[in-house]
């Protein structure tokens, strides 16, 4: 992603003159969008016209009018370019798909590194920043395995589970996103410089929906924790005090209608009494990767984690064998006779009807009338 701005980012410098105006928000600005169209309409709107969009008051409409000459939006996009950050506006390519799916999606978004298809079957890893030795072990351990499976691990860099999380992932080899509360100009905690760089370098993406120089706000962290729900299938809370604020984490992944996971720990554990309480509301108890993979359902749309892969259109599609992902990846919706499999797969039949049979019990493909199958 290139940062440096162009003749063509017009529109771009719209939205950062839009967004970079107090008071303007995800909910706002989408209203406001709805309403006008564009940015370029929205910041050349009369006040009148303003005040008709839902959530806009008088003096918000008047700093929207007067944005073109409070705000500067080429001295956000030189700081973009300083820090090698992209800013993608929501509906470009580049924004993330599932990101766009929930109520309030962040207008713009700064990303720093890469994100990739396959970051589409992510897991959110959160918890306590006072956690237990047990805690770090358990985020740790679940991290790990889960990215040596294949899924991103999406967190918030904070101190404690979040970075036991992040760690875990890139000690897998695999990828992981980290969601700040504050803009990208900067690392928060500043003691995490060296894990958010590693992150950067090949393995992930840092990213933000807030200005380069915004620094963090104890207001800024549950809005910051919507983003990291809206990335992923789900959230697993490792450690939760009563009132920790991953529990707002999990709020957001159940009005996105993700699913929510939950470690137990000690009953006498203050640090994991937010988690006995979700699972005692409904969050899947999570002991083992398996417990994740079983209740994570269909994907929205089939991803292709990389051009030579087959697309995975379920997230426990990322536990089996390659050869058994390669035969399911040569299944469709229309029946297919074992003639034809070993025709696709190189396989033979003794190798296709037994790995046939291995994916029936896994429930990911169905036998039908004659011996014909198809993917469930």
Do not use: W
Request: proline share 9%; charged share 25%.
């Amino acid at each position: 992603m290139d940062p440096s701005p162009s003749p063509a980012d017009d529109p771009l410098r719209d939205m950062l003159t839009l967004m970079l105006t107090p008071g303007v928000g995800p909910l706002t600005s989408r209203a406001l969008l709805d309403h006008f169209g564009t940015p370029g309409q929205v910041l050349d709107a009369p006040v009148a016209q303003l005040r008709e969009v839902s959530g806009v008051g008088p003096k918000l409409a008047d700093r929207i009018k007067h944005a073109r000459a409070d705000n500067d939006p080429d001295r956000e996009l030189a700081e973009c370019r300083r820090h090698g950050v992209a800013v993608i506006p929501r509906g470009e390519p580049g924004y993330p798909p599932p990101l766009d799916e929930i109520p309030d999606p962040p207008a713009l978004l700064y990303i720093k590194g890469a994100l990739e298809a396959r970051d589409q079957i992510a897991i959110a890893i959160v918890g306590s920043r006072r956690c237990t030795p047990y805690g770090i072990r358990t985020a740790e351990r679940l991290a790990t395995s889960l990215g040596r499976t294949g899924f991103t691990i999406v967190s918030g860099l904070a101190r404690g589970i979040d970075a036991a999380a992040h760690r875990g992932a890139l000690k897998a080899g695999g990828r992981t996103i980290a969601v700040l509360g504050n803009g990208l100009s900067g690392i928060y905690p500043p003691e995490h410089e060296e894990l958010a760089a590693e992150i950067v370098a090949g393995r992930g993406a840092i990213v933000s929906e807030l200005p380069m120089t915004q620094g963090p706000l104890s207001g800024l962290f549950p809005q910051r924790n919507r983003v990291i729900s809206g990335l992923s299938l789900g959230v697993i809370v490792v450690e939760a005090a009563p009132r920790s604020g991953s529990l707002s984490t999990a709020h957001h992944a159940m009005e996105q209608n993700r699913e929510v996971f939950a470690v137990p720990g000690p009953v006498d554990s203050l640090a994991s009494r937010g988690c006995h309480r979700l699972i005692r509301d409904g969050a899947r108890l999570v002991e083992t990767v398996d417990d994740v993979m079983e209740e994570l359902g269909p994907l929205v749309r089939e991803v292709r984690p990389a051009p030579d892969e087959p697309a995975v259109r379920h997230p426990a599609e990322l536990g089996l064998t390659d050869q058994e992902r390669s035969l399911l990846g040569c299944l469709d919706d229309a029946p297919s006779g074992v003639d034809v499999l070993i025709a696709r797969t190189g396989l033979t039949a003794s190798q296709v009807m037994a790995t046939l049979s291995v994916l029936e019990l896994k429930r990911m493909v169905k036998r039908l009338p004659g011996h014909q199958f198809v993917r469930a």
